[in-house]
């Protein structure tokens, strides 16, 4: 099991949150569909709801949405300085969806859309440093930034944090890698029909979750299909928000892990 303890380091994805109508009906469904058990916060944090995998944090739903706005997950992305670091990413270009704010002890987070129009959260650790496990069944496996102008995206986020780009594009198919200390921590793609931070959650059976989520109350957008990282698949859950699930194959390659 890859787990954490300490702070991840700058630019390395962290956290994903759902925001969502029915904590209820969001619990039973990724709890149900994922195996995940749940730590439920106080009234005062609004019964922001983490999932646990193996008991330690994965991800979270949260009841906090904004009037008219589109369920979808949220990746967050740490920082030592949320409020320098969303400074930097106004000045290249950004859009400030929340403020710099502090979450109790917990830590400090802003919300942010970049230049391609795509949402993301930054995360300065205080008492939790977003996810404590990753690339097991039910926790972060990938996250990507896809959208119409992947070129944007590339100029902005490296000179926002600095990562390496590695370039896998092929006919057709325009990819970069994202890379902290040579270690691929996500990827920048062209395509989608929205600009959006894509979050691929690891599964030991592609196949059985999409079969499951139906039964749930979701739906399948991406049957399942092999690729040189997985077999993949993806799911869209009870609020209309989507979200992607990655099995390991005999052919599996390189990428296999948002973290490492």
Same mark, same amino acid.
Request: with cysteine; proline share 7%.
């Given at each position: 099991?890859?787990?954490?303890?300490?702070?991840?380091?700058?630019?390395?994805?962290?956290?994903?949150?759902?925001?969502?109508?029915? @904590?209820? #009906?969001?619990?039973?469904?990724?709890?149900?569909?994922?195996?995940?058990?749940?730590?439920?916060?106080?009234?005062?944090?609004?019964?922001?709801? $983490?999932? #646990?995998?193996?008991?330690?944090?994965?991800?979270?739903?949260?009841?906090?949405?904004?009037?008219?706005? $589109?369920?979808?997950?949220?990746?967050? #992305?740490?920082?030592?300085?949320?409020?320098?670091?969303?400074?930097?990413? @106004?000045?290249?270009?950004?859009?400030? #969806?929340?403020?710099?704010?502090?979450?109790?002890?917990?830590?400090?987070?802003?919300? @942010?859309? /970049?230049?391609?129009?795509?949402?993301?959260?930054?995360?300065?650790?205080?008492?939790?440093?977003?996810?404590?496990?990753?690339? =097991?069944?039910?926790?972060?496996?990938?996250?990507?930034?896809?959208?119409?102008?992947?070129?944007?995206?590339?100029?902005?986020?490296?000179?926002?944090? &600095?990562?390496?780009?590695?370039?896998?594009?092929?006919?057709?198919?325009?990819?970069?890698? @994202?890379?902290?200390?040579?270690?691929?921590?996500?990827?920048?793609?062209?395509?989608?029909?929205?600009?959006?931070?894509?979050?691929?959650?690891?599964?030991?059976?592609?196949?059985?979750?999409?079969?499951?989520?139906?039964?749930?109350?979701?739906?399948?957008?991406?049957?399942?299909?092999? +690729?040189?990282?997985?077999?993949?698949?993806?799911? +869209?859950?009870?609020?209309? =928000?989507?979200?992607?699930?990655?099995?390991?194959?005999?052919?599996?390659? &390189?990428? /296999?892990?948002?973290?490492?």
């Amino acid at each position: 099991m890859t787990t954490r303890d300490t702070p991840w380091p700058d630019g390395t994805p962290c956290w994903v949150e759902l925001a969502v109508p029915d @904590l209820e #009906l969001g619990r039973q469904f990724y709890g149900h569909l994922l195996g995940w058990d749940w730590e439920i916060g106080t009234e005062e944090t609004g019964f922001y709801s $983490e999932a #646990l995998v193996g008991g330690r944090r994965a991800a979270a739903l949260s009841g906090y949405q904004p009037d008219g706005a $589109e369920p979808r997950w949220l990746t967050f #992305l740490a920082t030592q300085d949320v409020r320098a670091r969303t400074e930097a990413a @106004l000045a290249a270009g950004a859009r400030s #969806l929340a403020a710099p704010m502090d979450v109790m002890d917990f830590g400090a987070m802003a919300v @942010l859309a /970049d230049p391609a129009g795509a949402p993301f959260a930054l995360w300065q650790a205080g008492t939790s440093i977003g996810a404590e496990v990753v690339d =097991e069944h039910g926790a972060l496996a990938w996250t990507e930034q896809m959208s119409a102008d992947p070129a944007a995206a590339r100029a902005f986020y490296t000179g926002v944090f &600095g990562y390496a780009l590695d370039d896998i594009s092929g006919p057709g198919f325009d990819y970069t890698t @994202l890379l902290l200390d040579g270690r691929p921590v996500g990827g920048i793609g062209g395509g989608g029909d929205r600009p959006e931070w894509a979050v691929y959650l690891r599964v030991d059976d592609a196949d059985a979750i999409t079969a499951a989520a139906p039964r749930l109350g979701g739906s399948v957008h991406l049957a399942p299909e092999d +690729t040189p990282y997985g077999r993949i698949a993806g799911i +869209t859950g009870p609020f209309g =928000e989507r979200f992607w699930v990655m099995a390991a194959t005999s052919t599996e390659g &390189g990428a /296999d892990g948002a973290q490492g």
